[in-house]
């Protein structure tokens, strides 16, 4: 925890928008500048421990692990509220739906900003359904050719209704985008 986690939290709380540091390494970046941050958070924590001076009950510093890791952990809740406010985690919705944020879009986008969070939650549940029925589709065709039979049927009909489903996830994502889904 303490060389991960409050860097990690504080990446989150500073770049909250996904792709925000890079567009295909961004996940690497974060790890890689959380695990920095956070040797330098746990040091400037320390140096502010051991500036308290003495503990008069004690005769000794406040620089003891129960102290560092009660200020880390403090240090980490305060970015993590920040990043949640700033939208860093949007997955948070599925816990309860008012906790989740959508970050403010990039101003470099050339979508237009949605304007409702929740709008753009469902469209991107939807896309990702739909990314799956895709693939699925396709090894529905590949197992089709290569099954007679019995078996074969239950692809074909395990195909059309995923077919269906598609269908009705593109009438879905239209409707949400105001017809942008199908023309895009």
């Known amino acids: 925890m303490t060389f991960f986690v409050p860097g990690y939290l504080m990446m989150n709380a500073i770049f909250p928008r996904r792709n925000a540091l890079d567009a295909e390494m961004d996940l690497l970046y974060r790890i890689t500048f959380g695990i920095g941050l956070s040797m330098v958070m746990a040091i400037l924590v320390s140096f502010g421990l051991n500036a308290l001076g003495t503990n008069t009950a004690t005769g000794l510093g406040y620089l003891d692990a129960p102290y560092l890791w009660a200020a880390l952990v403090s240090v980490s809740l305060a970015f993590f509220g920040i990043g ?58 590949r197992k089709i050719q290569m099954h007679i039979g019995e078996k074969r049927q239950r692809f074909v009909a395990k195909k059309a209704r995923a077919l269906e489903e598609l269908e009705r996830l593109d009438r879905e994502l239209s409707r949400l985008t105001g017809g942008e889904w199908l023309e895009g």
């Open 84 to 141: 949640w406010f700033r939208g860093a985690y949007p997955w948070m919705r599925r816990i309860h739906p008012r906790l989740g944020r959508a970050p403010k879009p990039d101003p470099r986008s050339f979508h237009p900003p949605q304007a409702n969070p929740d709008t753009t939650f469902k469209i991107e549940e939807l896309s990702a359904k739909r990314q799956k029925l895709s693939k699925d589709v396709v090894a529905y065709e």
